[in-house]
């Protein structure tokens, strides 16, 4: 195989890189490290390239002492698959020996260590992470990976039904990696051994679903995925998602110029869902309660912001400014478009309102500490945001002395 060469160098050449590519090469002989995974594929794409991991014909056991000898920190993160992290001018990268599967059970893999580059890349997932790079910049493809990318195509190495069994996390990142690299619709035989392995999703557990969907959700614009994901089985047998659509939502989102929103893309999904079914999905995806609070106070009927400035008023006080641009836009999604614009103004011109009085207040009027403090502040704070929060402290004041006087 003729390799061939990426041109962007600035990442490789990073002073934090080249210190344990160094570090590694010292006494190497015909060992050789390269970089693997996103930061291939992304230079390939021409996207920033973020994390950087590394392979190694080395050893776990010499990566980390030449890493050591080097003076740089080591953190044995995997040493059962061969991984190790190195810390160099406070930035971790993955080291990992080259690997052989000899056996896996749909979610982990025992491995053998390897010389082969080969073996290693046959190994992965698809062909777009199963490229590697040398630190002169020449690109190792042995599975058409670099054509792959280039069509907007993401395809399983080898036999699409043995990556599948091999793991079944493979499926959701099938559905991610599309929804950002990929166009058009979805590998026909990638989707077939989807849909033939999905019930090995329940193997999976909530934490990497969660970090899957939402990343998927993060993307520009998702729905052909999440179309193919449902056509499959697949949203039903990973988060008990079924019929759930985002496609008016994302016209919305493009219309108004707002940024992906996971979790609001996610409560579009779940809008079939009841109060029951939403709390089981959160516990699913395991999402965090911030996460799950956010999905139950954006469930529907999203028509009730009203269509005054007063009315809206009223429910950004209630909800906050977030959660109420987030159901403007839910809204317009099931055709309220025409008030869309202005509730977003509303939203973004909000500032948080306080209450005028406090417990103290009452209880410096005379009531003594207790339940009545508490049932007199409530009616008052009614009042205030019944007037549109016109109401200020002083008629406030004067309405719960009258009270109190009356009560004595």
């Known amino acids: 195989m003729m390799p061939a060469t990426a041109s962007d160098a600035a990442w490789r050449t990073a002073p934090a890189v080249v210190a344990v590519l160094d570090a590694l090469a010292v006494g190497a002989g015909s060992a050789a490290t390269r970089f693997v995974g996103g930061a291939v594929r992304d230079c390939l794409a021409r996207r920033p390239v973020a994390d950087i991991d590394l392979a190694t014909q080395l050893s776990p056991v010499e990566t980390m002492r030449r890493l050591a000898a080097a003076g740089l920190k080591v953190v044995p993160t995997g040493l059962a698959h061969g991984t190790v992290t190195a810390i160099s001018e406070g930035r971790p990268f993955e080291i990992t020996a080259l690997r052989e599967d000899v056996a896996t059970d749909g979610r982990h893999a025992v491995v053998a260590f390897t010389d082969d580059w080969r073996a290693d890349a046959a190994r992965r997932d698809f062909t777009i992470n199963a490229m ?5 910049g020449q690109v190792f493809d042995y599975f058409g990976g670099q054509d792959d990318l280039a069509a907007g195509r993401v395809r399983f190495v080898g036999a699409a039904d043995q990556r599948v ?16 690299y990929g166009r058009g619709a979805p590998d026909a035989g990638g989707l077939a051994a989807i849909a033939r392995g999905r019930d090995g999703l329940h193997r999976i557990s909530g934490e990497r679903v969660r970090a899957e969907i939402l990343r998927l959700l993060a993307a520009p614009d998702p729905g052909v995925v999440l179309e193919a994901m449902a056509a499959t089985g697949t949203l039903q047998a990973a988060v008990g998602l079924g019929d759930g659509d985002i496609a008016a ?11 992906p929103d996971p979790l609001l ?5 779940a809008a079939g869902l009841d109060a029951d079914g939403r709390r089981g999905l959160a516990g699913r995806m395991r999402l965090s309660n911030d996460e799950a609070e956010t999905l139950a106070a954006l ?53 948080p309102l306080a209450m ?24 008052l704070e009614a009042e205030w945001r019944a007037s549109d929060f016109k109401l200020d402290r002083a008629a406030l004041l004067a309405r719960a002395g009258g009270r109190v006087e009356n009560d004595r």
Do not use: K
């Open 299 to 351: 469930a529907p009927p999203w028509t009730t912001l009203g269509r005054t400035a007063a009315d809206w008023r009223q429910a950004l006080h209630r909800d906050g400014a977030e959660c109420f641009r987030r159901r403007a836009l839910l809204a317009a999604s099931v055709g309220e478009t025409e008030v869309l614009a202005p509730r977003l103004a509303a939203a973004a011109a909000w500032t």
């Open 356 to 379: 005028p009085l406090s417990g103290g207040d009452i209880v410096a009027l005379g009531v003594a500490p207790g339940p009545a403090v508490g049932t007199l502040l409530a009616e």
């Open 165 to 180: 069994a091999e793991d079944y996390l493979r499926i959701l990142r099938f559905f991610r990696f599309h929804a950002w």
């Open 132 to 136: 590697s790079m040398d630190p002169g």
């Open 249 to 259: 939502l994302l016209v919305v989102e493009t219309a108004a110029q707002a940024a």
């Open 265 to 269: 893309r996610l409560a579009a999904l």
